[in-house]
């Protein structure tokens, strides 16, 4: 609630007071308009006013480049982990630019076609090279060596789009939270259509988030979205 005391007709050097009081358990705050829309809820019981971040990567898969490869050597997808944060959908490019005997040097780019980095195959040494920017593989040099323009395509699926509970360490792009849940929702069993707040302000001791965050990391990154964590204040009565 807003509390406002006005007593400039008594006492002229009285100034107004103002300030908000928010109930521990009362998840809106302030006065900025709320905006919802629907959402499809992807995993888990979650309660009302939990921070919520979008599946927006899915699956990795790779092959050879169009046309095949004159070298042998394999690229093996990390098993565990093979996406890593800060992945975005869509085509990274491994590529030899330069050949070495027993090894060589591969380029990895992203799907817009920046640079990662480098994947060198050490001559005499293990014969494998791993990496892991964005994604997380092994190179081998195989009996026949690799060419320069060999290589292979790592190709990473858009996700589901459901929202779940943002965890920070998350790899499939709900790490990035983006809302904040209207209802308790349960998808335990399966997805289920439910609202989520994209636009307000919200008391910050009454929202849910994962242990992983803290309102200090959160309000950063929802503040852009107009997402706003307040903190209560504790109002007086002036009597």
Known sequence: MTLTVNNIGDNPQQPSISAQAFIPDQLIAGHLNLVTEPITVGAGSLSRGTVLGQITVGAATSAAKSGGNTGNGTLTLDVTTPVLLNTTPGIYTVRCITAVTNGGVFEVKSP??????????VAGASGTYTFSDRIKFVIQDGSTDFIVGDGFDVTVAAGSGYYIKSVATATDGSAVPSAILVDTADATSGAVTSGAYV?????????????????ATLKPLLRPLGIHLKNPISATDPT
């Open 112 to 121: 817009t076609g920046a640079s990662l980095g480098l994947a060198t195959i």
């Open 199 to 215: 636009m307000g302000e919200f008391n910050q001791t009454a929202i849910i988030y994962d242990a992983s965050w803290s309102v």
